[in-house]
């Protein structure tokens, strides 16, 4: 079963006798690793479900579960392989209740905090105000930090003042049953941390604790892992901490160094060959890491051969850097029988703005694209209204979906009845969906309000129930027909729009939801080539439980050949034959390292902080190539409503590269094979022309 492996990665799947963490570098085989592991495991005599594969997507995971089936077949489907936050969903769902939470809490998204802080802060603040704020508490929550906590270590008034927030947020939070993707890993850490009972028992679920690219942890995930473990420290931790790029977001390389603190008996085993790139890439990657701290020093090797030169690309401005991207693309499709596809083509940049001109350029060419990390499909109004539904089924706290829901479509209740709902609801400590069935309502509202209420209260119960009987794709499939037709959701998308193509789409977006939501709930179900599957079976409650979760309906998208532009950040994990690096200048990669003015006493520490991070995505970068790789720049860029000079990123001097081979005119080359194309067409036409002499 470990056939086809390295020593290296032998040694990381055999390694069992205690904590191991694995320094797997870019192309190296972890997810290969890990499902070895899972097997040898497996094999050594321990039960699969007593095994957890943690990862940090939803796509990780479901590449993880596919690979695990491969190699260990229908046992893998015991394994736990699933995100961080889906494990904190099954923890606070079973055992929640010993912090006063109930089984069917409901997890906010992003837009409900968003909201939620606007409404504390009484709901005449901005958006971009309520985000910074979101941003800050989310920071807060992940170093395990309360709001009493946050407010005792404030150091000046803004920090007090967001503080006292969060603290009326948490109120919000317990009143609504509601947690927020950040709980998800912390409310699980505090119940492990102060609930020994808790504690023992998931430590004897869990008999061996694999962890997917563990260099992006931030401080709340360590302290939950070390919980998990527990003495026996039956931990394999799998990461690089040269790929260390969400520092912003609260991954801290400090969960690396704690490891042979925390744990003395540490094994660490290196992989460092690397199967995606060839070695002129390789070769500029490892330079460009070079000046970086090493944690862990490694040298990445290929045995695929030295490859194309790494070229770099200097340009006018952003638009003439895009039409050398469109070139080298047609020449490389031009010189190679048969082409390569439109999919091995990926042009990636530091900010999602760069885009513009490189789509605009495309679209002249009439080359298909696709721009990754775009909008979310949950972010769609038309979802947020059904999930709001959702939500409501599963946890009748919920005030936030309970607002939505019954506003979406209108049912005649108007802002007056609901804000003298909310009102009595507060007085009386109730959630307003448990205050539409009081006594005393009818005392605030007139008969009409409250028939109206009754009745949406009523139906809500009704869906309730029916959605808890409704088991497996079929029946929740004709469940969720009926319940749309019900609503009159069809019409209200078409009474809102204008144009009836816009409504056709969003309504092609709910048929679409509904879907996929139906297949969630298991049975026998025929995948794209017509193969039945039997999946486990659930009722739509129970998907609908865990809908905030899902982020992304990506299980379902075909792979498309088209050409696909990324940040450096979505790309992470991923590779393409032909990769171009854009906007490689100063002051976008490296980011504008200055930008805290009039602060400069804190520009040593901080600064080369930052800067170390930028040169890991430049590094993410570069090893994101196969075959070949381009790196350009611009000698102007539009800044506002300027033009301005700037200069190549240091890191491309970093690269080391040889100048007399590094330098690629796209232009000179597509005339060249235009004009070999000319020749050839000519010699064959003229040898045709002799044929019928």
Known sequence: MSAGLNLAQLQAVHYTEGPCLVLAGAGSGKTRVITHKIAHLIDKGLAPRRIAAITFTNKAAAEMRERAAHLIGRKAKEVLVCTFHALGVRMVREDGHVLGLKPSFSILDAGDVTNILKDCAGGTTDLATARQWQFQISAWKNQGWSARKALAMAQDDHARSIALL??????????????????????????????????????????????????????????????????????????????????????????????????????VIKLEQNYRSTSAILRAANNVIGPNPKLFPKTLFSELGEGEPVRVQDCDNEEHEAERAVMRIQSLRASANPPPAW????????????????????????????????????????????????????????????????????????????????????????SMFGALFSAML??????????????????????????????????????????????????????????????????GNVLEFCDWMAQRAGGQIQDAAGTTQEQPVKSLLEVAQNIALLSTISEREQEQDMVVLSTLHASKGLEWPHVQLVGVCEGMLPFKLDDDEGRQEKVTEDTAARLQEERRLMYVGITRAQRSLVVSWTKKRKKGREVVA????????????????????????????????????AQADAGAGGAGV
């Open 343 to 430: 999919k091995d083509f990926a042009i990636l940049y530091r900010a999602n703005h760069q885009a513009k001109p490189f789509e605009k350029a495309l679209r002249k060419a009439s080359i298909p694209y696709k721009v990754s990390g775009g909008t979310s499909f949950f972010d769609r109004a038309e979802i947020r209204d059904l999930c709001a539904w959702f939500r409501l089924w599963g946890n009748n706290d919920d005030d936030p979906a309970f607002l939505r829901a019954i506003t979406t479509p209108k049912r005649g209740i108007g802002h007056t009845t609901l804000a003298k709902l909310g009102e009595f609801a507060s007085q009386h400590k109730e």
């Open 646 to 681: 700037v200069q190549p990123s240091r890191f491309i001097a970093e690269m080391k590269l040889d100048a007399a081979t590094s330098r690629e005119d796209p232009r000179a080359k597509l005339r060249a094979l235009r004009a070999e194309f000319a020749a050839r067409k």
């Open 442 to 507: 009818p005392a605030v509202v007139g008969k009409k309000a409250l028939d109206g209420l009754l009745e949406f209260g009523r139906q809500i119960n009704d869906l309730q129930y029916r959605a808890r009987q409704s088991l497996g794709h079929e029946a929740a499939r004709q469940f969720l027909t009926d319940w749309l037709h019900d609503i009159g959701y069809e019409q209200f998308l078409y009474d809102s729009e204008d144009s009836e193509g816009v409504a056709a789409a969003r309504w």
């Open 166 to 267: 969060m603290q009326r947020y948490e109120e919000r939070l317990t009143a609504y049953q509601s947690v927020d993707f950040d709980d998800l890993i912390g409310l699980p850490m505090q119940l492990l941390k102060g609930h020994p009972e808790v504690r023992e028992k998931w430590q004897r679920v869990l008999g061996h604790v694999l962890v997917d690219e563990y260099q992006d942890t931030n401080a709340t995930q360590y302290a939950l892992l070390k919980f998990l473990v527990g003495d026996a420290a039956r931990l394999t931790a799998v990461g690089d901490d040269d790929q260390s790029i969400y520092g912003w977001r609260g991954a801290t390389l400090d969960n690396l160094k704690k490891l042979p603190i925390d744990f003395p008996q540490l094994k």
